[in-house]
DNA sequence: TTCTAGATTATAACTATTCTAAAGTAATAA
DNA sequence: TTATTACTTTAGAATAGTTATAATCTAGAA
Protein backbone atom coordinates (compact mmCIF):
# COMPACT_ATOMS: atom_id res chain seq x y z
CA UNK A 1 0.00 0.00 0.00
CA UNK A 2 1.54 3.33 -0.79
CA UNK A 3 1.32 6.67 1.03
CA UNK A 4 -1.43 8.13 -1.08
CA UNK A 5 -3.33 4.90 -0.80
CA UNK A 6 -2.83 4.51 3.29
CA UNK A 7 -3.64 8.25 3.52
CA UNK A 8 -7.01 8.06 1.79
CA UNK A 9 -8.10 4.82 4.31
CA UNK A 10 -6.87 6.56 7.28
CA UNK A 11 -8.95 10.03 6.45
CA UNK A 12 -12.08 7.71 5.11
CA UNK A 13 -11.75 5.26 8.07
CA UNK A 14 -11.62 8.69 10.36
CA UNK A 15 -14.86 10.02 8.33
CA UNK A 16 -13.27 12.13 6.18
CA UNK A 17 -13.19 12.83 2.58
CA UNK A 18 -9.57 12.79 1.19
CA UNK A 19 -9.04 16.80 0.15
CA UNK A 20 -6.41 18.16 -0.96
CA UNK A 21 -5.77 20.05 2.22
CA UNK A 22 -6.00 16.43 4.60
CA UNK A 23 -3.95 15.06 1.83
CA UNK A 24 -1.65 17.18 2.74
CA UNK A 25 -1.49 17.31 6.32
CA UNK A 26 -1.39 13.06 6.09
CA UNK A 27 1.71 14.16 3.85
CA UNK A 28 3.47 16.09 6.53
CA UNK A 29 2.17 13.78 9.68
CA UNK A 30 2.84 10.42 8.55
CA UNK A 31 5.01 9.97 5.24
CA UNK A 32 8.49 11.03 7.22
CA UNK A 33 10.38 7.82 8.44
CA UNK A 34 10.24 9.32 12.46
CA UNK A 35 7.62 9.88 14.46
CA UNK A 36 7.58 14.08 15.69
CA UNK A 37 5.72 15.59 18.07
CA UNK A 38 3.98 19.16 17.53
CA UNK A 39 2.11 21.81 18.18
CA UNK A 40 -1.17 23.13 16.15
CA UNK A 41 1.21 26.18 15.34
CA UNK A 42 4.32 24.21 14.47
CA UNK A 43 2.24 21.87 12.09
CA UNK A 44 0.88 24.74 10.40
CA UNK A 45 4.24 26.14 10.22
CA UNK A 46 5.59 23.04 8.66
CA UNK A 47 2.67 22.66 6.32
CA UNK A 48 3.67 26.01 5.21
CA UNK A 49 7.62 25.50 4.71
CA UNK A 50 7.02 21.81 3.42
CA UNK A 51 4.20 22.74 0.31
CA UNK A 52 3.84 26.37 0.04
CA UNK A 53 1.15 26.72 0.95
CA UNK A 54 -1.12 27.52 4.20
CA UNK A 55 -4.19 25.24 5.12
CA UNK A 56 -6.36 27.42 7.72
CA UNK A 57 -5.99 26.62 11.09
CA UNK A 58 -10.24 25.26 11.28
CA UNK A 59 -8.81 22.57 8.98
CA UNK A 60 -5.79 21.68 10.86
CA UNK A 61 -7.97 21.24 13.99
CA UNK A 62 -10.49 19.80 12.58
CA UNK A 63 -8.46 17.15 10.98
CA UNK A 64 -5.97 16.65 14.01
CA UNK A 65 -9.12 16.16 16.33
CA UNK A 66 -10.50 13.28 14.14
CA UNK A 67 -7.22 11.62 13.83
CA UNK A 68 -7.06 11.81 17.52
CA UNK A 69 -10.45 9.74 18.09
CA UNK A 70 -9.15 7.20 15.82
CA UNK A 71 -5.91 7.06 17.52
CA UNK A 72 -3.32 7.82 14.58
CA UNK A 73 -2.25 10.46 16.51
CA UNK A 74 -1.81 10.74 20.43
CA UNK A 75 -2.03 14.16 22.74
CA UNK A 76 0.69 14.38 24.97
CA UNK A 77 0.13 16.56 28.14
CA UNK A 78 3.67 19.06 28.97
CA UNK A 79 1.99 22.20 30.11
CA UNK A 80 -1.10 24.00 29.94
CA UNK A 81 0.02 26.35 27.31
CA UNK A 82 -1.23 24.57 24.12
CA UNK A 83 -1.82 21.08 23.08
CA UNK A 84 1.39 18.76 22.06
CA UNK A 85 0.62 15.92 20.19
CA UNK A 86 2.44 12.61 19.06
CA UNK A 87 2.68 10.47 15.79
CA UNK A 88 4.21 8.05 17.74
CA UNK A 89 0.95 6.50 19.04
CA UNK A 90 2.18 3.49 21.18
CA UNK A 91 2.25 3.98 25.02
CA UNK A 92 5.40 5.59 25.98
CA UNK A 93 7.71 7.62 27.88
CA UNK A 94 9.09 11.21 27.36
CA UNK A 95 12.00 13.50 28.46
CA UNK A 96 10.33 17.20 28.54
CA UNK A 97 12.89 19.69 27.88
CA UNK A 98 11.31 22.56 29.44
CA UNK A 99 14.26 25.17 27.84
CA UNK A 100 13.64 23.98 24.07
CA UNK A 101 10.27 23.52 24.93
CA UNK A 102 10.97 19.80 23.24
CA UNK A 103 9.50 16.39 23.97
CA UNK A 104 11.80 13.38 23.20
CA UNK A 105 10.42 9.82 23.08
CA UNK A 106 11.80 7.46 25.47
CA UNK A 107 12.11 3.77 24.52
CA UNK A 108 10.77 0.96 26.83
CA UNK A 109 14.10 -0.57 26.66
CA UNK A 110 15.78 2.35 28.73
CA UNK A 111 13.16 2.51 31.54
CA UNK A 112 12.51 -0.24 34.05
CA UNK A 113 8.80 -1.54 33.44
CA UNK A 114 6.77 0.74 35.77
CA UNK A 115 4.18 -1.20 38.20
CA UNK A 116 1.38 -0.07 40.21
CA UNK A 117 0.67 -1.52 43.39
CA UNK A 118 -2.60 -0.05 44.46
CA UNK A 119 -6.14 -0.08 42.64
CA UNK A 120 -8.78 2.55 42.60
CA UNK A 121 -12.50 0.76 43.11
CA UNK A 122 -14.67 1.13 39.86
CA UNK A 123 -11.66 2.25 37.98
CA UNK A 124 -9.03 0.62 35.51
CA UNK A 125 -5.81 1.81 33.97
CA UNK A 126 -5.98 2.96 30.86
CA UNK A 127 -2.22 4.41 30.32
CA UNK A 128 0.95 4.71 32.54
CA UNK A 129 3.23 7.33 31.27
CA UNK A 130 6.03 9.10 32.58
CA UNK A 131 7.27 12.39 31.99
CA UNK A 132 10.76 13.22 32.78
CA UNK A 133 11.43 16.72 33.04
CA UNK A 134 14.93 17.99 32.22
CA UNK A 135 17.04 20.90 32.87
CA UNK A 136 20.32 22.27 31.73
CA UNK A 137 23.42 20.66 34.05
CA UNK B 1 4.19 28.53 65.17
CA UNK B 2 0.44 28.71 64.59
CA UNK B 3 -1.19 28.59 61.18
CA UNK B 4 -1.65 32.65 60.70
CA UNK B 5 2.52 32.71 61.85
CA UNK B 6 3.17 30.54 59.23
CA UNK B 7 0.83 31.77 56.41
CA UNK B 8 2.48 35.52 57.16
CA UNK B 9 6.11 33.55 57.26
CA UNK B 10 5.25 31.98 53.84
CA UNK B 11 4.13 35.45 52.17
CA UNK B 12 6.91 37.81 53.36
CA UNK B 13 9.01 34.72 51.84
CA UNK B 14 7.25 34.97 48.62
CA UNK B 15 7.55 38.99 49.07
CA UNK B 16 4.14 39.66 49.62
CA UNK B 17 2.40 41.51 52.09
CA UNK B 18 -0.10 39.41 54.45
CA UNK B 19 -3.06 41.03 53.42
CA UNK B 20 -6.46 40.01 54.18
CA UNK B 21 -6.68 38.44 50.71
CA UNK B 22 -3.70 36.62 50.50
CA UNK B 23 -4.30 35.15 54.44
CA UNK B 24 -7.50 33.71 52.96
CA UNK B 25 -6.09 32.04 50.48
CA UNK B 26 -3.54 30.58 52.88
CA UNK B 27 -6.27 29.53 54.88
CA UNK B 28 -8.13 28.11 52.06
CA UNK B 29 -4.54 26.08 50.67
CA UNK B 30 -2.41 25.12 53.81
CA UNK B 31 -4.76 24.54 56.75
CA UNK B 32 -5.93 21.23 55.99
CA UNK B 33 -4.58 18.55 57.25
CA UNK B 34 -4.78 16.67 53.93
CA UNK B 35 -3.25 18.35 50.40
CA UNK B 36 -5.55 18.77 47.54
CA UNK B 37 -5.38 19.74 43.31
CA UNK B 38 -7.03 22.43 42.41
CA UNK B 39 -7.39 24.65 39.59
CA UNK B 40 -8.09 28.38 39.77
CA UNK B 41 -11.57 28.42 39.26
CA UNK B 42 -11.88 25.81 42.04
CA UNK B 43 -9.66 27.46 44.44
CA UNK B 44 -12.31 30.42 43.65
CA UNK B 45 -15.36 28.86 44.32
CA UNK B 46 -14.01 26.81 47.23
CA UNK B 47 -13.09 30.54 48.67
CA UNK B 48 -16.38 32.06 48.28
CA UNK B 49 -17.78 28.81 50.02
CA UNK B 50 -15.55 29.08 52.92
CA UNK B 51 -15.18 32.89 53.41
CA UNK B 52 -18.41 33.67 52.44
CA UNK B 53 -16.40 36.11 50.07
CA UNK B 54 -15.13 36.46 46.36
CA UNK B 55 -11.62 37.75 45.96
CA UNK B 56 -10.66 38.78 42.66
CA UNK B 57 -9.22 36.55 40.37
CA UNK B 58 -6.02 38.71 39.69
CA UNK B 59 -5.41 38.38 42.79
CA UNK B 60 -5.77 34.55 43.16
CA UNK B 61 -3.11 34.24 40.42
CA UNK B 62 -0.73 36.62 41.51
CA UNK B 63 -0.65 34.58 44.78
CA UNK B 64 -1.21 31.30 43.24
CA UNK B 65 2.42 32.51 40.87
CA UNK B 66 4.18 33.51 43.86
CA UNK B 67 3.78 30.24 45.61
CA UNK B 68 4.82 28.10 42.83
CA UNK B 69 7.92 30.30 41.83
CA UNK B 70 8.70 29.76 45.60
CA UNK B 71 7.39 26.20 45.91
CA UNK B 72 4.75 25.92 48.51
CA UNK B 73 2.61 25.01 45.45
CA UNK B 74 3.61 23.03 42.70
CA UNK B 75 1.69 22.66 39.02
CA UNK B 76 0.57 19.37 37.85
CA UNK B 77 0.42 19.08 33.87
CA UNK B 78 -2.54 16.82 32.68
CA UNK B 79 -4.17 18.58 30.23
CA UNK B 80 -3.90 21.93 27.99
CA UNK B 81 -7.18 23.10 28.79
CA UNK B 82 -6.66 24.74 32.09
CA UNK B 83 -3.75 24.55 34.88
CA UNK B 84 -4.17 22.11 38.35
CA UNK B 85 -2.14 22.78 41.25
CA UNK B 86 -1.39 20.10 43.96
CA UNK B 87 -0.39 22.04 47.70
CA UNK B 88 1.43 18.33 47.65
CA UNK B 89 4.94 19.90 46.49
CA UNK B 90 6.71 16.58 47.07
CA UNK B 91 7.68 14.77 43.66
CA UNK B 92 5.29 12.54 43.47
CA UNK B 93 3.17 10.27 40.81
CA UNK B 94 -0.67 10.69 40.21
CA UNK B 95 -3.79 8.98 39.00
CA UNK B 96 -6.02 10.91 36.64
CA UNK B 97 -9.46 10.27 36.24
CA UNK B 98 -11.09 11.68 32.62
CA UNK B 99 -14.27 11.22 33.46
CA UNK B 100 -14.24 13.03 36.74
CA UNK B 101 -11.47 14.87 36.42
CA UNK B 102 -9.80 14.26 39.08
CA UNK B 103 -6.09 13.83 40.45
CA UNK B 104 -5.21 11.27 42.82
CA UNK B 105 -1.71 11.15 44.23
CA UNK B 106 0.20 7.73 44.48
CA UNK B 107 2.26 7.10 47.48
CA UNK B 108 5.96 6.44 46.57
CA UNK B 109 5.45 2.71 48.48
CA UNK B 110 2.68 2.21 45.47
CA UNK B 111 4.70 2.34 43.02
CA UNK B 112 8.52 0.27 42.42
CA UNK B 113 11.46 2.94 42.02
CA UNK B 114 11.63 4.58 38.09
CA UNK B 115 14.81 4.13 36.65
CA UNK B 116 15.83 5.32 34.02
CA UNK B 117 18.65 4.14 31.64
CA UNK B 118 19.44 6.99 29.57
CA UNK B 119 21.00 10.26 29.31
CA UNK B 120 20.96 13.77 27.41
CA UNK B 121 23.75 15.45 26.87
CA UNK B 122 23.91 19.01 29.06
CA UNK B 123 20.89 17.93 30.71
CA UNK B 124 19.95 16.33 34.33
CA UNK B 125 16.81 15.31 35.43
CA UNK B 126 14.59 17.50 37.33
CA UNK B 127 11.76 15.22 38.11
CA UNK B 128 10.33 11.92 37.41
CA UNK B 129 6.40 11.86 37.21
CA UNK B 130 3.95 9.38 36.47
CA UNK B 131 0.33 10.12 35.06
CA UNK B 132 -1.84 6.76 35.14
CA UNK B 133 -4.62 7.43 33.25
CA UNK B 134 -7.86 5.87 34.30
CA UNK B 135 -11.23 4.87 32.95
CA UNK B 136 -14.13 3.21 34.20
CA UNK B 137 -13.73 -0.44 34.46
C1' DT C 1 -1.42 60.20 61.85
C1' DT C 2 0.83 60.65 57.49
C1' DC C 3 3.05 58.93 53.73
C1' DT C 4 4.13 55.73 50.21
C1' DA C 5 5.18 51.42 48.13
C1' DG C 6 2.73 47.85 47.26
C1' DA C 7 -2.08 45.49 46.80
C1' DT C 8 -6.86 44.81 45.03
C1' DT C 9 -10.04 44.95 41.62
C1' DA C 10 -12.85 45.46 37.42
C1' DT C 11 -12.03 45.18 33.16
C1' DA C 12 -9.24 45.10 28.92
C1' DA C 13 -5.99 42.44 26.36
C1' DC C 14 -4.08 38.27 24.89
C1' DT C 15 -3.87 33.61 22.95
C1' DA C 16 -5.12 28.79 22.10
C1' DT C 17 -9.03 26.73 20.65
C1' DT C 18 -13.76 26.23 18.89
C1' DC C 19 -17.67 27.92 16.32
C1' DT C 20 -20.14 30.01 12.34
C1' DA C 21 -21.73 30.62 8.02
C1' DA C 22 -20.65 31.69 3.30
C1' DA C 23 -18.42 29.89 -0.67
C1' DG C 24 -16.14 25.83 -2.68
C1' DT C 25 -15.50 20.80 -3.74
C1' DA C 26 -15.95 15.59 -3.71
C1' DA C 27 -18.99 11.93 -4.45
C1' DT C 28 -22.71 10.12 -6.78
C1' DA C 29 -26.83 9.73 -9.58
C1' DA C 30 -28.85 10.79 -13.81
C1' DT D 1 -20.55 14.12 -18.50
C1' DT D 2 -23.57 17.01 -15.76
C1' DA D 3 -26.45 18.03 -11.86
C1' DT D 4 -27.28 17.48 -7.23
C1' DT D 5 -26.14 17.21 -2.65
C1' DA D 6 -23.64 16.61 1.33
C1' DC D 7 -19.48 17.62 3.02
C1' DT D 8 -15.36 20.85 3.33
C1' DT D 9 -12.62 25.02 3.59
C1' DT D 10 -11.95 29.31 5.25
C1' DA D 11 -11.90 33.96 7.39
C1' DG D 12 -13.25 35.73 11.00
C1' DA D 13 -16.16 35.79 15.30
C1' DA D 14 -16.71 33.74 19.75
C1' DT D 15 -15.02 31.61 23.87
C1' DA D 16 -12.23 30.65 27.89
C1' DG D 17 -8.09 30.54 30.62
C1' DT D 18 -4.73 33.62 31.72
C1' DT D 19 -2.15 38.00 32.05
C1' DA D 20 -1.84 43.10 31.92
C1' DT D 21 -3.59 47.73 33.14
C1' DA D 22 -4.65 51.51 35.81
C1' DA D 23 -7.61 53.54 39.18
C1' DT D 24 -8.48 52.98 43.96
C1' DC D 25 -7.17 51.23 48.39
C1' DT D 26 -4.21 49.66 52.36
C1' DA D 27 -0.19 47.79 55.15
C1' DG D 28 3.72 49.21 57.26
C1' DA D 29 7.04 52.62 58.38
C1' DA D 30 8.06 57.19 59.91
MN1 LIG E 1 5.07 26.39 26.46
MN1 LIG F 1 -6.62 28.60 26.82
ZN1 LIG G 1 6.45 10.61 21.89
ZN1 LIG H 1 -0.56 15.36 43.93
Known amino acids: MD ?15 PTKQRLKICEVLFSGKNTFHFSINEL ?6 KTNEKISLATIYNTVHAFLGKGYIKQIAVNSEQSYYDTN ?11 KNQL ?11 KINRKIP ?9 LVKLQNS
Open 89 to 99: VSEHHHFYDED
Open 122 to 130: GKKIKSIEL
Open 44 to 49: SKIIIQ
Open 3 to 17: NSTNFIAKLRNSGLR
Open 104 to 114: IDIHDSEVEPV
